[in-house]
């Protein structure tokens, strides 16, 4: 039962997706059928420079629903059940998580906080308990088998099993989804661990979509100043009331 880093894998994402996007804002504004135009975007007559430009100046104006039409599916892995209810949270997304009522928990891998690993005294105690725990899930799994349960045993041990036991789960997001779920999950004030695994989430799709995820992340990266409000802030900001004066200034 050993303690486990995250793992972030981009398992796809919709095809040619700048084009998509130019092509779903373009039928906004267009006179014309956008499948006419689609050619002329795959075979480069409309430079992917051009389609960046546009998106970007339409996407500034809150126009972004045509963001939308592109998704991406990660496969995350060595997350925490504590990870995934927060995740879950975010509604406008697919998930397929790894099942606690059929997959065996015997060996179960962990998730340790960094500030539990830190002291040494508490990493012990932490160790100790999840090997507990794993004794206690085998002895009522083999008792609820030897009960008669059979392979319906699992579903009743795993109730002894705690929010840091690791997990793998697929998602798949559309575009303005992750923009939404970056702002709010690559935050300092987002817990520690879905920080990391969106800050990595984030790192796979700039690689494929530059030009919409460049500027992704925290809302004060984008704004240029914390909307969390003074009791909340981290600093790296200024209030928005500082912003405006600085910029007045």
Same mark, same amino acid.
């Given at each position: 039962?050993?303690?486990?880093?995250?793992?972030?894998?981009?398992?796809?994402?919709?095809?040619?997706?700048?084009?998509?996007?130019?092509?779903?804002?373009?039928?906004?504004?267009?006179?014309?059928?956008?499948?006419? *135009?689609? @050619?002329?975007?795959?075979?480069?007559?409309?430079? /992917? =420079?051009?389609?960046?430009? &546009?998106?970007?100046? +339409?996407? !500034?104006?809150?126009?972004?629903?045509?963001?939308?039409?592109?998704?991406?599916?990660?496969?995350?892995?060595?997350?925490?059940?504590?990870?995934?209810?927060?995740?879950?949270?975010?509604?406008?997304?697919?998930?397929?998580?790894?099942?606690?009522?059929?997959?065996?928990?015997?060996?179960?891998?962990?998730? *340790?906080? @960094?500030?539990?690993?830190?002291?040494?005294?508490? /990493? =012990?105690?932490?160790?100790? &308990?999840?090997?507990? +725990?794993? !004794?206690?899930?085998?002895?009522?799994?083999?008792?609820?088998?030897?009960?008669?349960?059979?392979?319906?045993?699992?579903?009743?041990?795993?109730?002894?099993?705690?929010?840091?036991?690791?997990?793998?789960?697929?998602?798949?997001?559309?575009?303005?989804?992750?923009?939404?779920?970056?702002?709010?999950?690559?935050?300092?004030?987002?817990?520690?661990?879905?920080?990391?695994?969106?800050?990595?989430?984030?790192?796979?799709?700039?690689? +494929?979509?530059?030009?919409?995820?460049?500027?992704?992340?925290?809302?004060?990266?984008?704004?240029?100043?914390?909307?969390?409000?003074?009791?909340?802030?981290?600093?790296?900001?200024?209030?928005?009331?500082?912003?405006?004066?600085?910029?007045?200034?």
């Amino acid at each position: 039962m050993p303690a486990v880093e995250p793992r972030v894998e981009l398992l796809t994402h919709t095809p040619e997706p700048l084009s998509l996007i130019y092509a779903a804002f373009r039928q906004c504004y267009h006179a014309g059928f956008v499948a006419d *135009m689609w @050619p002329r975007l795959l075979n480069g007559e409309i430079s /992917r =420079e051009k389609q960046a430009e &546009f998106v970007a100046s +339409v996407l !500034e104006s809150g126009h972004v629903s045509p963001a939308e039409h592109v998704s991406f599916t990660f496969a995350l892995s060595g997350v925490s059940r504590a990870l995934t209810h927060q995740l879950v949270r975010h509604r406008i997304a697919s998930y397929s998580q790894q099942s606690q009522r059929y997959v065996d928990a015997s060996a179960m891998n962990y998730v *340790m906080p @960094p500030a539990i690993a830190a002291l040494p005294e508490a /990493r =012990e105690r932490f160790e100790r &308990f999840m090997n507990e +725990v794993g !004794e206690a899930y085998r002895d009522l799994r083999d008792l609820l088998e030897a009960a008669g349960r059979g392979r319906s045993a699992k579903e009743d041990a795993r109730f002894v099993l705690p929010q840091a036991a690791a997990s793998n789960i697929v998602v798949t997001m559309n575009c303005r989804a992750l923009l939404n779920f970056f702002e709010h999950r690559c935050c300092t004030r987002a817990q520690w661990e879905i920080r990391a695994v969106a800050n990595l989430m984030l790192e796979r799709c700039r690689e +494929v979509l530059p030009e919409i995820f460049r500027h992704a992340g925290a809302r004060c990266e984008r704004l240029g100043f914390c909307p969390e409000g003074e009791k909340f802030t981290c600093g790296r900001y200024p209030l928005p009331e500082k912003a405006q004066r600085a910029q007045e200034r």
